[in-house]
Structures are given as structure tokens and as C-alpha cells.
């Protein structure tokens, strides 16, 4: 069955506009709660936010979708993403929902579900619930003294504050340390900057004011110039930019140069392989990641293994192989001792402890790598499949004969955003850009055609 609703991280699109409305998200509600009511008790269910406006919106039409089901919704406001699966698990509840449209600017919106053990749903459960979305469920609404109660939660902030501290090593303090915080005006904006200064550091909090309308503007992991530009203003000794739902980080070390997850995962699966602390010898990444992150992992005896674009098909490759660090170029690190998700914050924590363990300066902890040069471009489309089309896909088996097995291409799909996008990476970087630019005029014209 082909997905209607779903992408690869959820339910997502313009707020307002179809699939990403009151009438939409009130069925996704409904239908959850179907698939999800598994028995005769008070079933819960728990739904964090981002800061986006329509965040209320969609917010109101779940309650009343699930409430309708006889299920029983805790608000938990705006929280990060990690931090709902995490509370999904502690409060026993039967679905966790995130409402965020995570990099995205604020028009954008987006619907994540967890399962009761704190892991997004598979591709079998949200076609089930894609099934049940567009059908009649009269039948299965509740009788009215049994209709759902909604509840705000005011503890879950606290909550979350200790269990991030409580990832970090016993008695290490960040007593020091100069740190730059950019909450890209998202859902961590009011748990972030304490956590670290919790800790000890002296904290220099940006993008901790939302409006509504600010988040991830000119801010967070997916715009760190002002980050950058911040930590050489106050000379911290590292910045850290989370997103707008916080489950990924990007750092920018002492000498504002950005640090991106490839080297990130480096640096932890180097610390924690030398602390005997993987499960396996090795971690997951994704298609996306650097080649030359496969080389270093290599020199240290350990395997690079690739899954598909998206933190939950890392998460799931994870689970099936036994390992227990991984994540995503883009700055998603999953680490399943702690949490069952990309959680930004605690990365950073984890980057932070090795800092201090190897007391050198975050320049030189987190160039583990020299990355092959890589080029990402992404091409907009309005409708049809330009990947299907016969002259693009001989264009990119004439480029992957070119590179031969000193460079790779990945062209997809996004699955959030109607683009293609074209990666390439290889040790010849002239070659690499005739070959993606080849690609890239190719898809354009089957694109326009």
C-alpha cells in the first residue's frame, strides 16, 4: 500500500493546508486511538509540542481525536522530542505524539507517534493507522461516560532536566567551561540552558525567545552562522545548536569552525570503544554519511553499517544488529543506552565528557576525520516522479561507472519535502561535481518537463 499520509518522520506539511489540518490531524487521533485501544483500561496517551503557532491547533484536534476513543491525554506542552519518548515509556502510556515539523520554518508542521516502549511506530503500524484515517469509525467512538479526560502536565520539564544530567559520567561538571546554547527558539528552550548550567557551565543561551513564529528562523543546527559567530564573540569554548524539536545537534568548536554528526558519532564511537562501552564493534549510520567515516571507523576495527535516511530506520537497523550508537550526518546521534531516539542535548553532553576527559580543546576532539568531499544538492519538483524518468537514471549509471569505487552516489527522494536530493562523494572532487551537476541538469529538466 502506497502512503498517503506518512513520510519518513511522520505525518508532515504546511500548517493549514491538507494533510496538515484540524480535520486531518482530528481523524490521525482517531485512528491512533483505534489501533492503539488494546483492552478495557484507562488507556493514556501523552503529547508533546514544539513553539510553532499551529502547534495549538493541531495540539486541540488530537485530544479530541483521542478523548473521543476513550483515551485518556496528558499535554506535556512544549517539549523536546526525546523527551516525549521517554515519558511515553515512564508514564506507561499506550502512544507518545510529538507535534513538530522538527528543521522546518514555522509554517510547516508535523505529527511523530511513539509506541508504548518509547520507539517510533513501523511502517506495518502507521499503515494501519493510514487505513483507518479516511474510514468511518463511528462504530468505534466511545460511549459518553467513558469519553477521554485531557490533563496539562507540569512536572515533565524537571523530569527531563534529571534524566539528561544523569547521561553524563558520575561527578564530571562542566565547571569552566564557556558554552553557547542555540535553542533555535524550540522546544528546548526552557530546559537546554538549565541543564547545562546545572552542571557548571557558564552559559550563553541563544534562540530561547518564541514567538510562534521564530522557530529554527535564521537559528538552530540547520543555521549556525550566529551560533558561530556568537561563540567567537564571548570566546566559548564550544557551541551547541539544537533544532526546533531538539533531537538532533550540531557543534561548532572554539575556533567557530562547524561540526557536523559524522564526526560526532566518530568521537563517541571512538570514546565509547575505548571505554568498552559498545554493544557491538561498530555503529549505524545512514547512506548520507561520509565515506570518510567508514575509513576512520575502520582504522579503530570497527564496521560502519548504512541503513536508509531517517533516524527511525536507524533506530530499527540498530535493534536488529545488536548496537547501540548510531545516527545521521545531519547531527540525529541515537545512543540506546540512553533513549530510544536522536536526542540533541544528551549528544552534546556525551561530546562534552569527552572533552573534559581528554581535556583538549573541542577542535581538536572533534576532527577525528577528513571528510571525502561531498556535494549535496537538492532540487525542488512540482508533481511526477523525476526519478523515473529513463534519461535521469541513465545520466546517474553513466556517473556511478565515472566514480567508479572512489566515490558513491545516493539520489532519493525526500521523504518530508517535495525535493530530490543528489548526493555525491568521491576523492576526485572535480570529477564529483561534473558527474552531480550532470545529474542535477537532468532531474531539472525531467522535473520541468
Not at 187 to 199: F, G, H, K
Request: charged share 25%.
Amino acid at each position: 500500500m502506497s502512503r498517503k499520509y506518512f513520510g519518513t518522520d511522520g505525518i508532515r506539511g504546511t500548517a493549514n493546508i491538507w494533510p496538515m489540518t484540524a480535520e486531518v490531524a482530528l481523524k490521525v487521533g482517531m485512528a491512533a486511538g483505534v489501533v492503539f485501544r488494546r483492552g478495557k483500561y484507562r488507556h493514556r496517551v501523552v503529547i508533546g509540542k514544539d513553539t510553532r503557532l499551529s502547534g495549538y491547533m493541531i495540539e486541540n484536534a488530537l485530544v479530541a481525536g483521542f478523548t473521543a476513543m476513550g483515551m485518556d491525554v496528558f499535554l506535556l506542552g512544549p517539549t523536546p522530542t526525546p523527551a516525549v519518548a521517554m515519558l511515553t515509556r515512564s508514564m506507561r502510556a499506550d502512544i507518545g505524539v510529538m507535534i513538530s515539523a522538527s528543521h522546518n520554518p514555522f509554517e510547516d508542521n508535523g505529527i511523530k507517534f511513539f509506541g508504548p516502549d518509547g520507539f517510533k511506530l513501523s511502517d506495518e503500524v502507521e499503515l494501519q493507522i493510514e487505513r483507518l484515517i479516511d474510514s468511518d469509525m463511528s462504530l468505534n467512538l466511545s460511549e459518553p461516560g467513558v469519553v477521554g479526560r485531557a490533563t496539562r502536565v507540569a512536572s515533565t520539564r524537571d523530569r527531563y532536566i534529571e534524566f539528561a544530567k544523569h547521561t553524563l559520567p558520575r561527578n564530571l561538571s562542566l565547571n569552566g567551561m564557556r558554552v553557547v546554547i542555540d535553542c533555535a527558539n524550540g522546544a528546548a528552550y526552557n530546559v537546554a540552558p538549565e541543564i547545562l548550567w546545572e552542571l557548571g557551565a557558564e552559559v550563553f543561551p541563544m534562540g530561547v525567545d518564541p514567538n510562534g513564529l521564530n522557530i529554527n528562523k535564521d537559528c538552530g543546527s540547520t543555521s549556525p552562522e550566529a551560533l558561530a559567530q556568537k561563540v567567537h564573540e564571548v570566546r566559548a569554548d564550544i557551541g551547541i545548536a539544537l533544532d526546533g524539536d531538539a533531537d538532533r545537534v550540531i557543534i561548532v568548536d572554539e575556533k567557530s569552525k562547524v561540526v557536523d554528526g559524522d564526526q560526532l558519532m566518530a568521537v563517541i564511537a571512538e570514546s565509547w570503544n575505548e571505554e568498552g562501552r559498545l554493544s557491538a564493534p561498530g555503529i549505524v549510520a545512514t547512506v548520507m554519511s561520509n565515506l570518510g567515516l567508514d575509513r576512520y571507523l575502520q582504522t579503530l576495527g570497527l564496521t560502519l553499517v548504512r541503513a536508509k535516511v531517517g533516524d527511525r530506520y536507524v533506530v530499527e537497523r540498530m535493534r536488529e544488529i545488536g548496537f547501540n550508537v548510531g545516527g545521521e550526518q545531519s547531527g540525529h546521534i541515537v545512543m540506546s543506552d540512553f533513549g530510544t531516539t536522536g536526542d540533541g542535548l544528551v549528544a552534546a553532553l556525551q561530546i562534552l565528557a569527552c572533552v573534559k576527559k581528554m581535556d583538549k580543546p573541542v577542535s581538536e576532539v572533534c576532527n577525528r576525520f577528513v571528510p571525502v568531499p561531498q556535494i549535496l544538492i537538492n532540487v525542488r519538483y512540482k508533481g511526477g516522479e523525476p526519478l523515473n524518468d529513463e534519461s535521469v537514471q541513465a545520466v546517474i549509471k553513466a556517473g556511478e561507472k565515472k566514480l567508479g569505487k572512489q566515490g558513491r552516489l545516493v539520489i532519493r527522494a525526500s521523504g518530508t519535502e517535495p525535493l530530490i536530493r543528489v548526493m555525491g562523494e568521491a576523492d576526485d572532487e572535480k570529477l564529483l561535481h561534473k558527474v552531480v551537476d550532470s545529474i542535477v541538469s537532468a532531474v531539472k529538466a525531467a522535473a520541468s518537463s
